[in-house]
């Protein structure tokens, strides 16, 4: 099953959309590589997670920003089954 037809990441866009979450897709050419933004400013997590997806480089993340700009990570290619949902769940996260 692709992860954005996944009940867990449904459920995650719903809460990110009604909390109003900004995120971030970024990009390592190689393995030690710093992160380098794509895309910054997405306030819909499923085009933040399709760019994502549509990457072709060594490592791309999805982060969410909070409202000074740091990110947390919440999706990556390295391991793409995993999404982090305690960045979307908490209420008082930032």
């Not at 009604?18 to 030690?32: A, H, L, M, N, Q």
């Not at 819909?44 to 997670?49: C, G, I, P």
């Not at 920003?65 to 947390?72: H, I, R």
Request: net charge negative.
């Amino acid at each position: 099953m692709n992860i954005l037809d996944s009940p867990e990441f449904q459920a995650h866009r719903r809460i990110a959309e009604t909390k109003e979450r900004i995120f971030k897709v970024s990009t390592k050419e190689k393995k030690g590589a710093p992160w380098i933004t794509v895309k910054t400013d997405i306030s819909d997590l499923q085009e933040a997670m399709a760019t994502a997806l549509d990457c072709n480089t060594f490592e791309t993340a999805v982060f969410f920003l909070d409202q000074n700009g740091a990110g947390s990570m919440y999706w990556s290619s390295r391991h793409p089954n995993i999404l982090n949902s305690t960045l979307i769940d908490k209420a008082d996260i930032f």
